[in-house]
């Protein structure tokens, strides 16, 4: 595989499918817009690629968390937390939360902040 100097991603190592194609077993063959026959070894050569890219600089990074502004109003990420709940208490808090004009979330931390404080 090349070495690529120029913008990436370059055009020789397009790895989409179109419509028409129909990959059912391990035994098909893929081909890369050139008519290169796609193997583990061109994908690895081509990930080896997109490294040497971002390591050179070549390739934007971003360098924030994509998503939501802070809640503290710094640039650092707010911590998330998840829970599992039933279907009827997710649609009373969603139902809730639009009578209140905002989101699950902020109702979600309302509540639990309600809660530590009574603690």
């Not at 893929?30 to 050569?45: C, F, M, Q, W």
């Not at 905002?102 to 009574?118: G, H, N, T, W």
Request: charged share 35%; aromatic share 6%.
């Amino acid at each position: 595989m090349t070495e690529h100097e120029a913008a990436w991603p370059p055009e020789d190592i397009e790895l989409a499918l179109d419509h028409d194609s129909d990959i059912d077993s391990d035994s098909e063959e893929i081909y890369d817009a050139k008519g290169n026959l796609i193997t583990d070894e061109y994908v690895r050569d081509a990930i080896s690629d997109v490294h040497r890219a971002i390591d050179e600089g070549r390739v934007p990074v971003p360098t924030s968390r994509p998503g939501r502004p802070s809640l503290t109003g710094e640039s650092t990420h707010s911590p998330r937390v998840s829970f599992r709940l039933p279907e009827e208490l997710r649609e009373r808090a969603r139902a809730r939360a639009e009578q209140e004009g905002k989101s699950v979330s902020a109702l979600a931390r309302e509540a639990f902040e309600q809660f530590l404080r009574a603690c």
